[in-house]
T-cell receptor, first 115, second 111 residues
């Protein structure tokens, strides 16, 4: 299927642990994003990469570290997880850099629960 | 930076009625306004968008209008159906590299 995929879909972990979420897109897009959606459904951008280069870093704690091994993959590693990190994390991609000019395709989300 | 406000937060309509969701934006440089639909357990999906050189755009039962002077834009869904029930997000984008999303509207279409 042509899509943006994320793994895992659900992630339950203890405070203080380190975890990773993986994202892959097979749309041939240049740009990928990570969004956080909280319990009130607010959707906020965290990072974006264009051709493996970090473009946007939205005042996210440095416990969050994105990594883009190639332009089809953007992973998110989170160190020392906190209760407030519980949310749904969405990966997205767009054909080109400026999202204001390109449709963003979202993955199915990863629901992270920190206990 | 851009700030996008959206209302109402929840909207309940009878099947067949129309639904209207409104958004305002703050940055006059914004020139792109997409609307996304998020169904339960899924990621948001683009349903329609409008650019600042256009005042209105239609696609079957959905339409979007833009008033640049007042800095607001609206989503109109006519002849609503139960499958229209979802959370709808407006967003604003300028020449920078990000979209700013509104807070979402949960639409419930009652059969």
């Amino acid at each position: 299927d042509t899509a943006v995929s994320q793994t895992p879909k659900y992630l339950v972990t203890q405070m203080g642990n380190d975890k990773s979420i993986k994202c892959e897109q097979n749309l041939g897009h240049d740009t990928m994003y990570w969004y956080k959606q909280d319990s009130k459904k607010f959707l906020k951008i965290m990072f974006s990469y264009n051709n493996k280069e970090l473009i946007i870093n939205e005042t996210v704690p440095n416990r969050f570290s994105p990594k883009s091994p190639d332009k089809a993959h953007l992973n998110l590693h989170i160190n020392s997880l906190e209760l407030g990190d519980s949310a749904v994390y969405f990966c997205a991609s767009s054909l080109r850099l400026a999202p204001s000019r390109n449709e963003q395709f979202f993955g199915p989300g990863t629901r992270l629960t920190v206990l | 930076g851009e700030n996008v406000e959206q209302h109402p937060s929840t909207l309940s309509v009878q099947e067949g009625d129309s639904a209207v969701i409104k958004c305002t934006y703050s940055d006059s440089a914004s020139n792109y306004f997409p609307w996304y639909k998020q169904e339960l357990g899924k990621g948001p999906q683009l349903i329609i968008d409008i650019r600042s050189n256009v005042g209105e755009k239609k696609d079957q039962r959905i339409a979007v209008t833009l008033n640049k002077t007042a800095k607001h834009f609206s989503l109109h869904i006519t002849e609503t159906q139960p499958e229209d029930s979802a959370v709808y997000f407006c967003a604003g984008g300028d020449s920078s590299y990000k979209l700013i999303f509104g807070s979402g509207t949960r639409l419930l279409v009652r059969p």
